[in-house]
T-cell receptor
């Protein structure tokens, strides 16, 4: 039972264009959503997050949109650069009195060509 | 500030053996989580420790265990290794106080375990 889904395993974009990475979730109890970027042989690095009470958060070239009614979020990268080529993971935070866990999607590999 | 440090970076074991992985969190971070990354399953949550107590546990068998020490350093142990345990094991730490607390995790580079 996958609570966080990234249905596109890969995405190819030309340099300068927009990259849109999508993520769907099923659990209404998630209170934060995060995007991580991962290069081979490195740990994931945090990119941007959004609270479940917001619908948009922007940080430089990266914008995350949240549609709660559709249980869908997306990451927009504008303009895309070759250095953005990596695996992008969508994650959702589940908090309770016991603690916190991030539930990750399986990732989308972004390739930006020059 | 030093990042999350994991040791060893690479190791090879055979089926039936056990393994211990170590993680030193970022200074001041008191919560440590462990994740398993495999090609087919992505990143899966193993467990979270805070103040030397396991606070949350993912859906893994009892062969997977962990602990946290008073200095926040953590270890995870996998006993009776199976071929399917081959994976990248990632440790992550986070702030547990102050605001805003988005739950952002800071990951180490991982320990690559191969089970033969």
């Amino acid at each position: 039972d996958q609570q966080v889904k990234q249905n596109s395993p890969s995405l190819s974009v030309q340099e300068g264009r927009i990259s849109i990475l999508n993520c769907d979730y099923t659990n209404s109890m998630f209170d934060y959503f995060l995007w991580y970027k991962k290069y081979p042989a490195e740990g994931p690095t945090f990119l941007i997050s959004i609270s479940s009470i917001k619908d948009k958060n922007e940080d430089g070239r990266f914008t995350v949109f949240l549609n709660k009614s559709a249980k869908h979020l997306s990451l927009h990268i504008v303009p895309s650069q070759p250095g953005d080529s990596a695996v992008y993971f969508c994650a959702a935070r589940l908090s309770n009195q016991a603690g916190t866990a991030l539930i990750f999607g399986k990732g989308t590999t972004l390739s930006v060509s020059s | 500030k030093a990042g999350v440090t994991q040791t060893p970076r690479y190791l090879i074991k055979t089926r039936g053996q056990q393994v211990t992985l170590s993680c030193s969190p970022i200074s001041g971070h008191r919560s440590v989580s462990w994740y398993q990354q495999t090609p087919g399953q992505g990143l899966q949550f193993l467990f979270e420790y805070f103040s030397e107590t396991q606070r949350n546990k993912g859906n893994f068998p009892g062969r997977f265990s962990g602990r946290q020490f008073s200095n926040s350093r953590s270890e995870m142990n996998v006993s009776t290794l199976e071929l399917g345990d081959s994976a990248l094991y990632l440790c992550a730490s986070r702030w547990t106080s102050g605001s805003p607390n988005t739950g952002e995790l800071f990951f180490g580079e991982g320990s690559r375990l191969t089970v033969l």
